[in-house]
């Protein structure tokens, strides 16, 4: 008689790093758009682990402000865009750890310093960058740009 093996193999999926920058947060929390959301659900799901300089979220709240004083957001919804920022499960790293190489890359590519630390991350990581800026998504050959 012939048997079978009954033995389970288990899968891990591992999951793979990524950037994300504020006007991709902004993208799926104000915005809803579609592909932002998808990026989030990822990370939600474990297939991604998320990573930001530490200025995503003051960079978050700025554009927040910004379009609440234009009226397109109410103070409640605001701050509700900002506690959801503030809850993602992001790895965060200082930027006081990228100001200096951020300098160099901000020179280098005509970016922002602020800009720049998220090339820096996602450069030293090998991972992408996810952002809704088509001139950030272009200064990497990690950038993914979302489609506006």
Do not use: H
């Amino acid at each position: 008689m012939r048997r079978t093996s009954s033995a389970r193999i288990e899968t891990t999926i591992i999951a793979t790093d990524v950037v994300f920058d504020a006007s991709a947060i902004f993208r799926a929390l104000v915005d809803k758009d579609a592909q932002a959301v998808d990026w989030l659900g990822r990370v939600a799901r474990e297939e991604v682990r998320a990573s930001c300089p530490d200025l995503l979220y003051a960079e978050v709240a700025n554009a927040v402000l910004v379009q609440q004083r234009v009226g397109r957001l109410t103070l409640a919804r605001a701050k509700r865009v900002l506690d959801a920022a503030a809850i993602l499960p992001f790895a965060t790293e200082p930027v006081r750890s990228l100001a200096i190489p951020a300098l160099i890359v901000a020179i280098d590519r005509d970016l922002s310093a602020y800009d720049a630390c998220y090339v820096v991350l996602a450069e030293t990581m090998g991972a992408p960058l996810v952002t809704a800026d088509k001139r950030l998504a272009a200064a990497t050959p990690n950038g993914v740009l979302l489609a506006a």
